[in-house]
């Protein structure tokens, strides 16, 4: 397969290079991208964490202030923000530039008064955790791997598990954005609550987010309980007394027999308070190691369980910052559906047990609590979230994805915005009540379409 290669512009020395025709023609011809470190230029390949999508940009620009961003959106027609690169799909691709974040990393201030952190968009939830965890306080929920960004994991809904827990982009009050024609605008949630509901959940459209302060709740020790074998016919009846059973809980299924493999149960502790320890969760039985969700592989990237209390950024992801998250070589796709309906909608997914097989890592099934953001899956419907690790055959990925999503159609699933999906435009546009308000939002921000990719034409405004 042809190797897309681009351009690496590092904006370090506060210059803008521009690119020569031969190097970007050389790079539609060998597996080598462009670099540029200060005067020199070198060639890269750039790749999302999965390897499945090769970025399709001729630049890659690392603004590393405002106003490097500002200059950025001044001397490009298209550009497309990146941040940690974990999409499987193409929403943060374009032919043209790609802006990441990587170097708009940092930690503004952490706010004992108002109990908030102001970061910049590009940090990785990981590099931060423990600073704030020392200053005495925490972040409600994180998503199962620390390793992405904040702007990333927010502009595309992403959520952690539990029923009283709002996805991540549910604990931003206000963000920086700078806009397509390079104005610095702050959003809040208090002074422009209407706006502010359309643009957390951004898919990447309206601007730069180059701030966001995060709201925080006093540091707490979560412990991690796992459980083996839980009888699939307990989801029929007892499905949301179980996701409330721990602060977050996950399940964990490959559907090849009649049990859940694992559920994984993250519990606050209070020091000096009893927990009751449970032998089994529903007839599920106690682990008595520390395991993978896909059992097969080692715990070694997995966070510490067996109720060992640990601070909380240490026990609601389930992997470890320094170590590879999930399995590495895969594909995802997940889709939200109502948590009334999501027992129904588990049991329709279970008949496609011999089609899914084939392809199967596993499934994790998580709760999300509802919220008030347009582009949210959750949008005022409290969900559940079926998640599927695949190995990486996309064709034979593609076969089944049609078929998961027709079984689940009734119950009006949405797929997550960052992983595969086969849904039509127009299908998946008719699950959004707010999408034309926030068509309208983008075309106000960005009536020159500076900020749009062949994702947002097809599935937003196609
Ligand atoms: C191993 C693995 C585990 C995962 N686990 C979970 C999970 O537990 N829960 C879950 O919900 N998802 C999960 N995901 C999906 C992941 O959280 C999302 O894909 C998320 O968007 C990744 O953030 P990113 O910074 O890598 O985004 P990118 O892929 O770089 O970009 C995503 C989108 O955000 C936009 N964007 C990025 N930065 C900015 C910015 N500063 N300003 C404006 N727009 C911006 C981009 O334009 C693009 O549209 C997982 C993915 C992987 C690979």
Redesign the pocket.
């Known amino acids: 397969m042809q190797q897309k290669k681009l351009n690496y512009i590092s904006m370090k020395k506060r210059t803008f290079l521009k690119l020569s025709t031969a190097a970007i023609t050389g790079a539609a011809f060998s597996p080598i991208l462009s670099c540029t470190t200060g005067n020199k230029s070198d060639s890269v390949i750039l790749k999302?964490?999965?390897g499945n999508l090769t970025y399709h940009a001729i630049d890659l620009i690392e603004p590393a202030t405002v106003g490097e961003v500002q200059q950025v959106l001044a001397k490009n027609a298209t550009v497309?923000?990146?941040?940690?690169?974990?999409?499987?799909n193409t929403?943060?691709d374009t032919e043209a530039t790609l802006l990441s974040?990587a170097k708009l990393n940092k930690v503004i201030v952490i706010d004992p008064n108002s109990q908030t952190v102001t970061v910049e968009?590009?940090i990785r939830y990981g590099e931060f955790c423990k600073e704030i965890h020392n200053a005495g306080f925490a972040i409600h929920n994180l998503?199962?791997?620390p390793h992405?960004?904040v702007?990333?994991?927010c502009?595309?809904a992403?959520?952690?598990s539990g029923m009283k827990n709002g996805n991540l982009a549910t604990n931003v009050i206000s963000m920086e954005?700078v806009t397509a024609n390079g104005d610095v605008l702050t959003i809040s949630r208090e002074k422009n609550p209407d706006m502010f509901n359309g643009a957390v959940v951004?898919?990447?459209t309206l601007?730069?987010?180059?701030k966001l302060t995060l709201g925080l709740v006093p540091t707490f020790d979560v412990r991690q309980d796992v459980f083996l074998n839980l009888p699939m016919e307990q989801l029929k009846t007892n499905l949301l007394e179980l996701m409330s059973g721990g602060y977050s809980v996950s399940l964990f299924t490959d559907w090849q027999s009649d049990s859940i493999n694992q559920v994984w149960v993250k519990s606050v502790v209070k020091p000096g308070e009893p927990f009751e320890v449970r032998k089994e969760y529903f007839g599920a039985i106690r682990a008595d190691r520390n395991v993978h969700p896909i059992i097969a592989l080692s715990a070694e990237n997995c966070t510490e369980q067996m109720g060992v209390p640990g601070a909380w950024y240490e026990r609601l992801p389930h992997f470890k910052m320094g170590f590879t998250?999930?399995s590495g070589e895969e594909l995802?796709a997940?889709y939200f559906v109502p948590q009334e309906s999501a027992a129904e909608a588990i049991q329709a997914i279970a008949k496609l047990r011999d089609e899914i097989k084939p392809y199967i890592l596993i499934t994790e099934i998580r709760s999300i609590a509802a919220d008030e953001l347009w582009m949210s899956p959750c949008y005022q419907q409290a969900s559940m979230a079926i998640h599927f690790t695949l190995k990486q055959d996309l064709a034979g990925v593609n076969q089944l994805l049609p078929k998961i999503e027709a079984a689940i159609a009734p119950y009006h699933s949405k797929p997550?915005w960052?992983?595969l999906f086969t849904l039509d435009a127009k299908t998946l546009q008719s699950r959004y009540d707010r999408i034309e308000d926030f068509k309208n939002q983008v075309m106000k921000l960005d009536p020159d379409k500076k900020l749009r990719n062949a994702f947002i034409d097809q599935y937003i405004f196609g």
């Open positions: 999302n964490w999965a497309r923000v990146l941040g940690t690169r974990h999409c499987f929403i943060a974040t968009g590009g998503a199962s791997l992405i960004s702007a990333g994991a502009a595309t992403t959520h952690g954005l951004s898919l990447g601007g730069v987010v180059t998250p999930s995802q997940e997550h960052g992983k």
